[in-house]
């Protein structure tokens, strides 16, 4: 069975590419109806930041990356949290001094400045390495504060095979005796998620390619335990665009790159799965670009992840949110644009209405409040705005004259809904010898004061209602005498 884990340090937000890679470990476990695990690394003590698992779970349960296993819904392999595990990483880096593959060192900080002082680049010396068992068993007798490192082989070369990026081998000499475990008594990551994932029986190990280069020496531990190394899927980087069109690793200063950032910006969490699961991916024989998870359960494939960077274009996002906003229903778009209008909307604005008619207009939800400005007060506009080549309207006579005709009918017109206020308007045109085209256009800028509008005519004044649209023709006319 395919067993995958997203393993996040709880080190503050929900990073895009954190997200992307839980998505691709959920997808590659859920494409093979495996398990998928979510574990917290937070034995970085120093690097820890309240309310930050919070983000993590509440990121996953809004995408829908519900895991299996882990803190809340717990499983067989637990405790999932590793700084709750901390008794069970001592007893194996133990067992790997025992295997000759990891020893004490016993090193003071103040050598170890020393050592860093006389060659910033050169690492441990490997000054413990050899001590005899007597020297070790006497100085942890003493009480000395200790670490546990990595026994590197000294010649030869570790080879991997990674499943995006393929083979990759590193010359053992470039290996440097890592740190497992703390003089706290935490282990490293470097230690902790091995022991995890092969305690967890974790089949892939999705992450970011950062990893790429130290999973040689995640190798040599798996190999020293005796056990089968998991497939190893190291992700693309994600980059962002530049001002000056460049690209770079995706940071804060390329705009909003947190996911609780998109979504406060009006970009909806299906959205961001849909965009953030081609930053990477891209499916075999299909050329669609919207797709559910559940599509993406289907159809998601270790082959179809790219080894060349993808770079994050906020623009295509928008793209995406808008096609899923307007695939909305309309009780939807309500519920959720609600927490985004800051405006007050007048009790005679139809605001269903006026919604439906944003909803197909917007790009993100944040756009909502500037958008419908004018359905709930009358811009200030020039009269020279109904003046249009197009639908020829070339006096303002003939604006006048329309837009007297309109208040007529419009004053006596019995329901004020978009049906009926076109039946009423329609006779205009064989009396004013008019194109509908030419009559609308001088009423939808009389009743909008703008020129490009969500909705036509008829459709803004149902939002408006009858008060409105009458004060807002006469406003016109009194601009035109
Ligand atoms: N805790 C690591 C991180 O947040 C996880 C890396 C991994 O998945 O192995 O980067």
């Not at 590419?17 to 959920?26: F, I, K, M, S, V």
């Not at 999705?206 to 280069?213: A, D, H, I, N, P």
């Amino acid at each position: 069975m395919t067993v995958t884990r997203f393993a996040p340090s709880p080190t503050g937000y929900m990073h895009i590419g954190n997200l992307r890679t839980a998505l691709y470990a959920y997808l590659i476990t859920k494409h093979d109806n495996g398990r998928f695990i979510l574990r917290i690394e937070d034995t970085d003590r120093e690097r820890l930041v309240e309310g930050a698992v919070d983000v993590i779970k509440d990121t996953l349960k809004t995408t829908g990356l519900l895991w299996d296993e882990g803190p809340e819904v717990g499983g067989d392999h637990g405790p999932y949290v590793q700084s709750d595990r901390k008794p069970i990483y001592m007893e194996y880096a133990k067992k790997l001094v025992d295997l000759g593959a990891a020893y004490y060192c016993f090193c003071t900080k103040e050598r170890l400045e020393q050592l860093h002082e006389e060659d910033a680049t050169g690492g441990y010396d490997r000054h413990c390495r050899n001590l005899s068992k007597e020297e070790v068993e006497k100085n942890l007798a003493a009480g000395l504060p200790f670490v546990i490192r990595q026994k590197m082989p000294l010649t030869g070369v570790t080879t991997y095979t990674d499943a995006v990026f393929g083979e990759i081998s590193m010359n053992n000499e470039e290996l440097q005796d890592q740190i497992l475990m703390k003089a706290d008594g935490y282990p490293t990551y470097n230690f902790a998620h091995v022991v995890d994932d092969y305690l967890m029986q974790v089949t892939h190990v999705v992450r970011g390619s950062e990893y790429l280069s130290s999973t040689p020496k995640y190798a040599l531990l798996y190999d020293a335990f005796g056990w089968e190394r998991p497939t190893y899927v190291h992700l693309p980087l994600l980059m962002g665009k530049n001002a000056d069109g460049t690209v770079s690793k995706l940071s804060k200063r390329h705009g909003a790159v947190s996911f609780a950032d998109l979504v406060n910006d009006g970009v909806l969490p299906k959205a961001i799965i849909n965009y953030i699961a081609l930053l990477g991916w891209c499916p075999k024989e299909n050329q669609q670009e919207i797709f559910s998870l559940e599509d993406l359960k289907g159809l998601f494939s270790l082959d179809g992840i790219s080894k060349s960077p993808a770079v994050f274009d906020f623009e295509k996002l928008l793209w995406f949110n808008g096609e899923y906003l307007r695939a909305m229903d309309d009780a939807d778009f309500l519920k959720v644009s609600a927490r985004f209008i800051k405006s007050e909307i007048h009790e005679d604005i139809n605001k269903n209405k006026m919604l439906a008619l944003l909803k197909t207009r917007i790009s993100k939800l944040t756009e909502l409040d500037e958008k419908m400005a004018f359905f709930l007060a009358l811009p200030d506009y020039d009269k020279e705005l109904f003046l249009n080549k197009k639908n020829k309207i070339n006096e303002f006579d003939t604006v006048k004259t329309v837009l007297c005709a309109a208040k007529d009918v419009l004053t006596n017109v019995e329901s004020f809904d978009n049906d009926t206020l076109f039946a009423a308007l329609a006779p205009l045109t064989e009396k004013l010898d008019l194109k509908t085209g030419a009559i609308m256009w001088c009423i939808r800028i009389a009743v909008s004061g703008l020129s490009a509008t969500p909705g036509g005519a008829t459709e803004i004044m149902e939002v408006i209602g009858k008060e409105a649209t009458l004060a807002r023709i006469d406003c016109a006319l009194a601009k035109l005498v």
